[in-house]
């Protein structure tokens, strides 16, 4: 199958230019990784949403449920679990930079609450997917079902291992 069985993927000119460009760039990611059909692909981008924040918003804060995986375009997203007090710093655990995933993947997996935060520390833009989304999509597609879920008992990411749901 070549590229040209999942338009659009050249960049257009106009305001949808940064979400096409997002999808063109994680279409290649994923491509590298397992070579995806048509239906799946077309799967994915009926239920991925394009989301603008500001710098300074909390994706994700102590005591809530991470709801979705966020695919970082533009930006950057810290996580930390603390607070400085007497300096008034974070306690910085990991960055994610364009390109990477953001979701705070225990509680997002495990559907328990989190014990940190995840903060934009630049105007961000993301691809996002729901929790349920990708349920859905598990179920509905053997190529993300493979993909999602890779068959290892344990996912590795910033620096740790977690276990599988």
Same mark, same amino acid.
């Given at each position: 199958?070549? @590229?040209?069985?999942?338009?659009?993927?050249?960049?257009? !000119?106009? !305001?949808?230019?940064?979400?096409?460009? !997002? =999808?063109?760039?994680?279409?290649?990611?994923?491509?590298?990784?397992?070579?995806?059909?048509?239906? @799946?692909? !077309?799967?994915?981008?009926?239920?991925?949403?394009?989301?603008?924040?500001?710098?300074?918003?909390?994706?994700? $804060?102590? &005591?809530?449920?991470?709801?979705?995986?966020?695919?970082?375009?533009?930006?950057?997203?810290?996580?930390? @679990? @603390?607070?400085?007090?007497?300096?008034?710093?974070?306690?910085? &655990?990991?960055?994610?930079?364009?390109?990477?995933?953001? =979701?705070?993947?225990?509680?997002?997996?495990?559907?328990?609450?989190?014990?940190?935060?995840?903060?934009?520390?630049?105007?961000?833009?993301?691809?996002?997917?729901?929790?349920?989304? =990708?349920?859905?999509?598990?179920?509905?597609?053997?190529?993300?079902?493979?993909? &999602? $879920?890779? &068959?290892?008992?344990?996912?590795?990411?910033?620096?740790?291992?977690?276990?599988?749901?």
């Amino acid at each position: 199958m070549t @590229d040209q069985h999942f338009p659009p993927h050249t960049p257009i !000119a106009g !305001a949808d230019e940064p979400r096409v460009e !997002a =999808l063109f760039n994680l279409y290649h990611r994923i491509q590298s990784m397992y070579p995806l059909e048509e239906p @799946d692909w !077309a799967l994915f981008q009926k239920k991925v949403q394009w989301e603008i924040r500001p710098k300074g918003a909390f994706l994700l $804060r102590p &005591g809530e449920v991470c709801n979705c995986v966020r695919f970082l375009h533009r930006g950057a997203v810290i996580h930390y @679990d @603390d607070v400085d007090e007497e300096q008034q710093l974070e306690q910085v &655990g990991w960055i994610a930079q364009p390109g990477e995933m953001v =979701l705070e993947i225990n509680s997002f997996f495990q559907r328990n609450p989190t014990q940190g935060y995840l903060k934009c520390t630049l105007d961000c833009t993301f691809l996002t997917l729901s929790y349920v989304d =990708l349920q859905a999509m598990y179920f509905e597609s053997p190529a993300w079902n493979t993909i &999602g $879920r890779p &068959g290892r008992r344990t996912y590795a990411a910033y620096g740790r291992t977690y276990p599988c749901p």
